[in-house]
Every structure is written in C-alpha cells, then in structure tokens.
C-alpha cells in the first residue's frame, strides 16, 4: 500500500499529470466544436439540397 502512495504521490508532484488533464480538456473541447461545425453544416447542405430538389 506504501508503494502505491509514493506512486500517487510522484505522480501528482509531477508535471506530467496536469499537462495530461490539459490536453484532454483540449481534445474534448475541439470535439464539442467539430461535432457543433459538422451540425451546422450538415444542416446547411441538406436545406440546400432540399431547395434544389423542389426547384427540379
């Protein structure tokens, strides 16, 4: 149980630890912005193919 302290305790005195939190928070957000992006233009397009149909 010792042994896995001193690991915990490394681990957070680290700075690897944070930076790892940072890039996920980072990923994550990216993500809520690409699936936003691709929404909207998902959106767009088939409003636009819509209108083409119906013109046709």
């Known amino acids: 149980m010792k042994n896995f302290a001193l690991k915990v305790q ?7 630890g944070p930076t790892a939190v940072e890039y996920a928070v980072m990923l ?3 993500v809520v912005v690409c699936l936003g992006a691709i929404t909207t233009l998902g959106t767009n397009a088939k409003q636009t193919f819509n ?4 013109t046709i």
């Open 10 to 16: 490394r681990f957070l005195a680290s700075e690897d």
């Open 28 to 30: 994550a957000l990216i």
């Open 51 to 54: 209108d083409v149909a119906n």
